[in-house]
Every structure is written in structure tokens, then in C-alpha cells.
């Protein structure tokens, strides 16, 4: 029996000037999901757009250290930590 293990799914850069943030589907394709550092400080908030209603629903997460060990400088690290919340929120 070949048991294929989870793999990360595809991140797509959705930063601004004054966020970074990285968006990626559900695994059942119905809502689109979004993890967001407001640049410059200790924070993450993770959203949720469902497809049917296109609206955003969005919770800041607790204790962002865990994903993070600084406040991110650039978006590569925060996709450092975008990657481990993303591997830990679906289970990879």
C-alpha cells in the first residue's frame, strides 16, 4: 500500500505596503484562506473567505510566537512563518 504523506499547499503572495500576507485555498476548494502580518509588528491574523458569500471573516491568532520567533523584516521571513502556521493549520 503507497501512502502518499500531505504536502504544504501552494502559497500566492497577497502583501501590500503595509501588510505581508500569503493566501491559499481549502483542501475542499470551497474557501480561500489567509494568513496576515501588519508590517513592522508582532502579530498574525489568520482569514477566511468563503466562496459563497465572498466575505472575509478574520481572527487575530494567539500567542504568533510560536510561528515566529521576531517581527518579520521581509516577506521572505514572513514566510518563514507563514509556512509553519500553514503546515501546523493543516495537519502537513
Not at 459563497?52 to 517581527?71: L, Q, S, Y
Amino acid at each position: 500500500m503507497n501512502v502518499s504523506k500531505p504536502t504544504l499547499p501552494e502559497l500566492t503572495n497577497a502583501s501590500s505596503d503595509r501588510w505581508f500576507a500569503v493566501d491559499w485555498p481549502s483542501q475542499d476548494g470551497r474557501t480561500l484562506n489567509r494568513l496576515g502580518n501588519p508590517v513592522g509588528y508582532p502579530r498574525l491574523h489568520f482569514g477566511v473567505r468563503l466562496g459563497e458569500t465572498n466575505e472575509w471573516a478574520t481572527i487575530r491568532v494567539g500567542n504568533p510566537e510560536r510561528f515566529m520567533t521576531e517581527v518579520p523584516r521581509t516577506y521572505e521571513e514572513f514566510l518563514s512563518a507563514a509556512q509553519e502556521f500553514v503546515r501546523v493549520f493543516e495537519g502537513v
